[in-house]
């Protein structure tokens, strides 16, 4: 155990200090569109939501890492570990298009880092079909937080809703392979936690 503890450690600080590499191709490459017809309120906005999707993304590599901790379903293990892959590559392009426009990630990274943790050592600990629910549930959420960026994002952005859109189809695939591996559906209360959670961490790196 401290083993792993110490490999965690180490995991979470190459993840905030050294930027990981994808292993897809960035979908707004397949993009022509430029950033210059973005009037510059419209990139913050832009920013600010990518930001928001980027500490998401640094939260599910936390939340699969936690899940993984206590894990011995060897089906359960490849699947968090696929989604933890799609998902390092979401944190790439996040990271990227944030950079293009000339903004910053969020500095409460490390906090929520911690805490998405936290949680998914609790469900992984608990009992393996819910530690699929945690991840249907977690897939459930990001998946209608990404409908909400995607409209509420301007449609000339094609870069960006490039992006968003196949980060969404990841989800949902995800949410779905969780669902046919026989997750079990969490406690209400367990899901309003997850809201109450995810609502906290969305309105405070929106700004910060």
Same mark, same amino acid.
């Given at each position: ?27 707004? *490459? ?9 009037? *510059? *309120? ?93 991840? *249907? ?72």
């Amino acid at each position: 155990m401290i083993d792993k503890l110490i490999s965690e450690i180490d995991f979470a600080l190459k993840l905030h200090s050294c930027p990981p590499k994808g292993n897809r191709t960035d979908p707004s *490459e397949k993009v022509n569109s430029s950033d210059d017809s973005l009037p *510059e *309120e419209e990139k913050e906005k832009i920013i600010r939501y990518m930001r928001v999707n980027h500490t998401g993304e640094i939260c599910a590599q936390a939340l699969y890492r936690g899940q993984l901790l206590f894990n011995q379903d060897q089906t359960i293990h490849k699947q968090l570990n696929q989604a933890a892959s799609e998902e390092i590559d979401h944190l790439v392009w996040c990271q990227k298009r944030i950079d293009q426009l000339g903004g910053k990630t969020s500095h409460l990274n490390p906090f929520f880092y911690l805490a998405s943790l936290g949680m998914g050592m609790i469900a992984s600990k608990i009992d393996s079909q819910y530690n699929l629910g945690f991840l *249907e549930e977690t897939e459930k959420q990001v998946s209608s937080h990404l409908e909400t960026h995607i409209n509420k994002i301007p449609q000339k952005d094609k870069k960006t809703h490039a992006i968003l859109k196949q980060m969404k189809y990841d989800e949902e695939k995800h949410q779905e392979t969780a669902k046919k591996l026989g997750a079990r559906k969490l406690p209400q209360v367990f899901k309003k936690f997850m809201k109450f959670s995810s609502k906290i961490m969305t309105r405070t790196t929106y700004w910060i």
